[in-house]
Every structure is written in C-alpha cells, then in structure tokens.
Antibody
Framework: QITLKESGPTLVKPTQTLTLTCTFS??????????VGWIRQPPGKALEWLAL???????RYSPSLKSRLTITKDTSKNQVVLTMTNMDPVDTATYYC?????????????WGQGTLVTVSS | QSALTQPPSASGSPGQSVTISCTGT?????????VSWYQQHPGKAPKLMIY???KRPSGVPDRFSGSKSGNTASLTVSGLQAEDEADYYC????????????FGGGTKLTVL
C-alpha cells in the first residue's frame, strides 16, 4: 500500500531555511505519470498548495511562493525534499506531502500524517 | 483569503442530503474539469473524496457526489451519517500559463 511520511524540524527561527523530507513507499517516482506534492495548513486555516514534482523531474511551484521554494527527488531513496527559504512566523503550519492523482497531478489521493513546523525566535 | 469561496458552515440531520458549494472563476473552476474535494477530520490529514469534478476514488461511498456548473462546483453528501461531520475543502487546477492549484477556505459540516 502507499504510505508517505514527512520529517524535519519542528521549530525554526525567522529568516532560516526549512528543509522537509517526504519518505514514501508503495510506488516509485520513476514510474511515468507519478508525482508528489507538498501542501501546508496553518493552524485553524485552509490548505495551501506549495509544490509538485513529477516522475520526469518536471517541477511546479505555487506562484506566490516560487522564489522561496525548491523541490527535489531522490528516486533511489524514495524521498522528496522541499526547502523553503527566509521562514517567517506566518509560515507556521502543518506541512503535508502527498501522492498526486488525476490527469494533471493536481489532486492528491494519499497523504502523509503531516508535520507541524513552528517559526519563532 | 482563499482563491475559491466556500460557505464556512453547513449542516443536516442524519439521513438528509447536504450540498456544499465552491465558487471560483473562469481561470480555475470554470476553466477546467479538475475540481477535487477533500474531507478532513480534526487532527487528521485530508482525504480525497472527489477528483476531476465527479470521480470517486476507490473506497469512497457513493453517498458522496460532485458536480460543476459554470464557475461553481458542488459536493453533495446524501444519507448523512455521523462520521461525515468534518471539514471539507475544494480545490481546482488553475493552469493557464503556469501550473497552479487553488483551494477553498473550507466548510465545516455538522451532522445535527
């Protein structure tokens, strides 16, 4: 079965860079059509899409956060890494990684449990 | 402020039907048949309930259905059950020149 799990720091200071790792099983990111995305959710607020990487290394970013995000994959390790620079308290959120579904990869059928990242000095 | 507009709350009694709306623009909901709906229980990850407007992933009860008219998509939950009480989020592909995915602000569904 498909599983995903996020890992990374729970607390980062303002201006620091956040690095999150998504480790998955049950599928391969070298298989045509497969993608993994990152979505976040501030406490008590709505979901927000961040980034998506496809099996062919095509990468897509939220236009509003593009300058701060980098998504990469390590197919041999079954991992996807998201980095976000210049963290701010408003970036405090639960960060999810998810397996993409559908024709465009813009929906997600399997999600990790999420990891809460707090930005505070 | 979310790109897609959802009512903050909806409610219904067990056995009833409830419809949640999701209004966007011709650049997202109205422009593509790539609307998804997610169910989220407190403290849990979202669960995909509907994708590509009206398709149900395996395992999702057929009590859940999706539709779209113009710039508004809808999720209907028929035969409400207590376990349907949750937050529901819509999302839409908003490609045009650049790939983008936008979400609604969420709707809290209460089963009375």
């Amino acid at each position: 079965q498909i599983t995903l799990k996020e890992s990374g720091p729970t607390l980062v200071k303002p201006t620091q860079t956040l690095t999150l790792t998504c480790t998955f099983s049950g599928f391969s990111l070298s298989t045509s059509g497969v993608g993994v995305g990152w979505i976040r959710q501030p406490p008590g607020k709505a979901l927000e899409w961040l980034a998506l990487i496809y099996w062919d290394d095509d990468k897509r970013y939220s236009p509003s956060l593009k300058s701060r995000l980098t998504i990469t994959k390590d197919t041999s390790k079954n991992q996807v890494v998201l980095t976000m620079t210049n963290m701010d308290p408003v970036d405090t959120a639960t960060y999810y990684c998810a397996h993409s579904a559908g024709a465009t990869g813009s929906s997600w059928d399997y999600w990790g449990q999420g990891t809460l990242v707090t930005v505070s000095s | 402020q979310s790109a897609l507009t959802q009512p903050p709350s909806a409610s219904g009694s067990p056995g009833q039907s409830v419809t949640i709306s999701c209004t966007g623009t011709s650049s997202d909901v109205g422009g593509y048949n790539y609307v998804s709906w997610y169910q989220q229980h407190p403290g849990k990850a979202p669960k995909l309930m509907i994708y590509e407007v009206s398709k149900r992933p395996s395992g999702v009860p057929d009590r859940f259905s999706g539709s779209k008219s113009g710039n508004t998509a809808s999720l209907t939950v028929s035969g409400l059950q207590a376990e349907d009480e949750a937050d529901y989020y819509c999302s839409s592909y908003a490609g045009s020149n650049n790939f983008d995915v936008v979400f609604g602000g969420g709707t809290k569904l209460t089963v009375l």
